[in-house]
């Protein structure tokens, strides 16, 4: 099954089981990418975040104006922080961005309970590694791909390359399929 791929300088469409790097700067706006990515050719979104709370992540789909009604939120914050939060069938929540394990088997429970063409975001790996260490963070993203492979799902993974050693990032660019780059001023690349 092939998915569009709704972002500016890709190809038209990718395979399912594709995993696809967004590589951009710590201060870039990958909002635009990420929503492209998520409202194009989708039956239902998992949203993993380990950068902000579920309710900054439904702020940016009601901006984005993503359909919210296909969307799933992963929140690895608010429970570390905190903060109030209400488990709904949306809106799941792990201990810390660190809880990797927790993390691998609510995307497996996701892809097991959904049909159709699904979608996968992971912001961001960088946040994930901080918590967790670059090992056991490449370990949970090559299972994550795995896991898209198996349910025929595509997935978009942030990273920013600054804040990691350049063998770690060409380490990353290997397990992907595809990787985009988005620099600094705005302009977007990518390699298939």
Excluded: C, W
């Excluded at 993203?141 to 198996?150: G, I, K, P, S, T």
């Excluded at 978009?156 to 600094?184: K, N, Q, T």
């Amino acid at each position: 099954m092939d998915y569009e791929l709704a972002v500016e300088n890709t190809p038209d469409t990718i395979p399912g089981g594709t995993g696809v790097l967004l590589l951009h700067p710590s201060t870039g706006e990958t909002d635009r990418i990420d929503t492209d990515f998520l409202k194009t050719d989708t039956d239902s979104m998992l949203i993993i975040s380990t950068r902000t709370t579920a309710r900054e992540v439904e702020q940016k789909l009601e901006y984005y104006d993503v359909d919210e009604t296909r969307a799933t939120i992963l929140d690895t914050l608010s429970i570390e922080r905190g903060y109030t939060r209400r488990t709904s069938d949306d809106v799941h929540y792990v201990a810390s961005p660190d809880d990797l394990d927790s993390i691998v088997e609510d995307a497996r429970r996701f892809l097991e309970s959904h049909d159709g063409k699904l979608r996968v975001t992971v912001d961001s790996i960088t946040e994930m590694a901080y918590y967790a260490d670059d090992d056991r963070t490449r370990e949970a993203v090559a299972d994550l791909l795995d896991l898209l492979a198996d349910h025929d799902a595509v997935g978009l993974f942030h990273l920013s390359p600054e804040v990691h050693d350049e063998s770690l990032v060409d380490d990353y660019r290997d397990l992907f399929g595809g990787v985009v780059e988005l620099d600094a001023d705005g302009t977007v690349t990518s390699e298939f």
